[in-house]
């Protein structure tokens, strides 16, 4: 008795075409996902260049010089004897009293009253 061949030789041919077309998938599954890393990669680059142009920015803004000048601009002067809150008990320390200083000429405050 003779076995027919003609079933194994299907067989082994639509193992090997289906593993052709399994590893091609695999491969563009992978070539896809590289690309879309480097995009990624590219975002998060540009996004830490914003975040360190944010921080410099930040330490600029928080310069005293810069505080006092921002300060002044919206019309606020210095207190001569501030009054601190100590915050464990909530007890005043001094008195607080308005500033009595003038608000500088480029405040934006007094201009339209």
């Known amino acids: 008795m003779s076995v027919p061949r003609a079933p194994f030789v299907a067989l082994i041919l639509v193992l ?18 590289s690309f879309r890393l480097e995009k990624l990669q590219q975002q998060q680059a540009k996004l830490d260049v914003d975040q360190q142009q944010l921080e410099k920015d930040i330490a600029e803004a928080e310069a005293p010089g810069n505080l006092t000048a921002a300060a002044r601009r919206l019309g606020m002067v210095e207190a001569e004897e501030p ?24 405040s934006q405050q007094g201009a339209g009253g």
Do not use: F
């Open 83 to 106: 009054a601190y809150i100590r915050l464990p008990d909530g007890r005043m320390i001094g008195v607080p009293q308005p500033a009595n200083g003038k608000p500088s000429v480029t």
């Open 16 to 33: 090997v075409v289906g593993g052709v077309l399994g590893i091609l998938l695999v491969n563009t599954k992978i070539n896809e996902n």
